[in-house]
């Protein structure tokens, strides 16, 4: 995913268009608790409390580029940001969480706080409202011991919860990648310092229209409670945010005249050149904008300047120019995984959680995406969290392969640089569907006639099959000689090329040559990519392919005079006949 300069892709200003039914009236029998006298109409719907100075921020805003998301904060700020909800009237009674039960006193002294911040209306014994929507409460540990974030459930109930009737084309955001990240540490060098900053309360900084507060009622012992600042449950809360945090960015690049910052919802990161001042400049010129425009900061995440950081979950050194998992996710990732493969069957839930650690690896391991691709698809119709999920041998394989990136790699990642920087080594395959396939690496070359098996079961007419298993066969035959190298993947066929790449694909049977290239290469500790290249400057393969001896002859006078041979047993890999035993392939 990424993120451009001005926070593009993120929802329109259409989002703060009036919510259907129009404005709110308030009940006449509204009675405080403890018999406290009635508040009055503009008492309970008031604009939630922000510290946010949207005075401050209006010279920034009037030459912000994207004036829709200027109007977006400037309104949002001054009025309150509106829910585009395009649903039905108030919803019934509805019962809370379990961890509700559990940790009564959690959620008393939040709801109670949240009332003393101006950012909840209540607590009421009646609704407010005539209208109002009631949703589940709850809460989640947070990753500091005894810390929980209340959940307000606004996808309850399925189908008709107050997050069904916002669209989702309008709630969507693109937010930037940890790629991006890498690629700015990288650019400064290494030994390149860092810092980050991470915004206090984040979607709570943004009220709520008065119009829309009747959306996020909830009750909690008998008491009934308002939202009047967006909550984490709401599923537009991110776009706004993503819009606001977007501005923030882009005024620091403006006042610092660097686009050495960027952001991730309320986390932004700082890079500077090594033995400069670059990165805490940068990062005093934030927390700067950040007083002035009331944004605060939660000062104990504040970290750096710093060769070594954690953003997004993952360390970052720019010293060894290497991402790795902190040490306590790697520990939980490998009992996750020994207690799936000790199961016959898991929850919905349960592989759920699992695959949500094992993409969050793929960050910085992402040869393992496609080893998640098939449990992933074993969800598929499994409808309630709590029904099963068989595992099966092959899902059991792919949950070994992951026990091994994790013992090969330990959850670290080095980065590589452009081709001419790390002495990146040249693959050339082509595949000819009415003759066979063809490879050529360093002098060496290798040839086959497509067997009568794959034309039996039309594989032949699969060209993005035909044109990787030649690369897959390479990596096989010479993986030795490419051991600890990085290789270019040189190929005539984009889809080929994509696959590679994103370690993804449609056609099981190009995913299981991707299987098999990922399970080779990290045995050899091959880091790899491919490159499309025009089919006419791929000469020695194309002839190779052909079975034109004495065309590859005068394009190569000097490579070997026989063949390379390769075992029998490849031909069936794209079959999934093929078994991993150890580092050995075999049918």
């Known amino acids: 995913m990424k993120v451009s300069a001005n926070g593009g892709g993120i929802a329109s200003s259409s989002m703060n268009a009036p919510v259907v039914g129009g404005p709110i009236t308030l009940s006449l029998d509204v009675i405080k608790d403890k018999g406290q006298e009635a508040q009055s109409q503009e008492r309970v719907l008031e604009k939630g409390r922000s510290p946010v100075r949207v005075n401050e921020m209006s010279p920034w805003l009037a030459i912000y580029p994207d004036r829709k998301k200027a109007e977006l904060i400037r309104e949002g700020f001054l009025v309150g940001f509106c ?60 990753k500091e011991a005894g810390k929980f974030r209340l959940i307000h459930h606004l996808s309850h109930p399925h189908g008709s919860s107050v997050n069904d009737g916002i669209d989702e084309e309008t709630a969507h955001v693109t937010y930037t990648s940890f790629d991006v990240a ?106 700067s904008v950040f007083r002035r425009f009331g944004v605060p900061v939660a000062m104990e995440k504040t970290e750096g300047p710093s060769r070594i950081l954690k953003f997004l979950g993952i360390e970052i050194d720019s010293d060894k120019m290497q991402c790795r998992l902190p040490q306590e996710k790697i520990v939980d990732l490998k009992l996750v995984l020994n207690f799936a493969l000790q199961q016959k069957k898991v929850t919905l839930r349960q592989l759920q ?143 080929v090329v994509s696959a590679i790449n994103n370690l993804s694909a449609s056609s099981p049977p190009v995913v299981n040559l991707l299987r098999v290239l990922v399970l080779k290469c990290l045995d050899q500790n091959i880091w790899f990519r491919a490159t499309h290249v025009p089919g006419v400057t791929n000469d020695i393969a194309d002839a190779i392919s052909r079975f034109q001896l004495e065309r590859f002859r005068q394009l ?25 035993q150890g580092d050995v392939w075999c049918g």
């Not at 086959?448 to 039309?458: I, K, Y």
């Not at 490419?482 to 889809?495: E, Y």
Request: contains cysteine; glycine residues 8%; proline residues 6%.
């Open 83 to 142: 829910i585009p909800f395009q649903s039905g009237a108030g919803g019934q009674d509805c019962r809370n969480l379990r961890s509700a039960s559990e940790h009564p006193e959690v959620i008393r002294k939040k709801l109670a706080t949240e009332v003393e911040l101006g950012r909840m209306a209540g607590p009421f014994m009646v609704p407010p409202v005539p209208n109002l929507r009631l949703s589940p409460l709850g809460v989640v540990p947070k």
């Open 182 to 287: 890498v690629r700015l540490v990288r650019t400064c060098g290494r030994g390149a310092l860092m810092a980050k900053v991470d915004i206090e309360s984040a979607f709570r900084l943004l009220p709520v229209h008065p119009d829309c507060q009747h959306l996020l009622g909830c009750k909690f012992e008998g008491k009934i409670y308002m939202d009047r600042c967006l909550p984490m449950g709401c599923s537009i809360s991110c776009a706004h945010f993503e819009a606001f945090s977007s501005f923030l960015e882009w005024v620091v690049r403006l006042e610092t005249g660097s686009r050495a910052v960027i952001h991730y919802l309320d986390d932004f990161l700082c890079v500077g050149k090594p033995g400069t001042e670059e990165c805490r400049i940068i990062l005093q010129v934030l927390l």
């Open 353 to 495: 959680s699992l695959l949500g650690k094992l993409n969050f690896a793929c960050r910085i391991m992402p040869m393992g995406r496609v080893f998640c691709r098939r449990l992933a698809q074993a969800t598929a119709g499994v409808e309630k969290p709590h029904h099963f999920v068989r595992l099966n041998k092959q899902h059991k394989a792919d949950l070994v392969v992951w026990q091994r990136f994790l013992d090969k790699y330990n959850g670290c990642s080095f980065w590589l640089g452009d081709s001419q920087d790390n002495g990146e080594l040249e693959l050339f395959t082509d595949a000819a569907g009415a003759f066979g396939f063809g490879a050529f690496f360093q002098g060496q070359w290798c040839m086959g006639e497509w067997p009568r098996e794959w034309q039996e079961g039309q594989l032949i007419k699969n060209l993005a099959c035909l044109e990787l298993f030649p690369i897959v066969l390479a990596v096989v035959v010479w993986g030795k000689e490419l051991a600890n190298k990085a290789v270019n993947f040189h190929s005539d066929n984009m889809s």
């Open 556 to 580: 190569a006078p000097r490579a070997a005079e026989a063949p390379t041979p390769f075992p029998d047993f490849l031909w069936r890999i794209p079959f999934d006949t093929w078994q991993v």
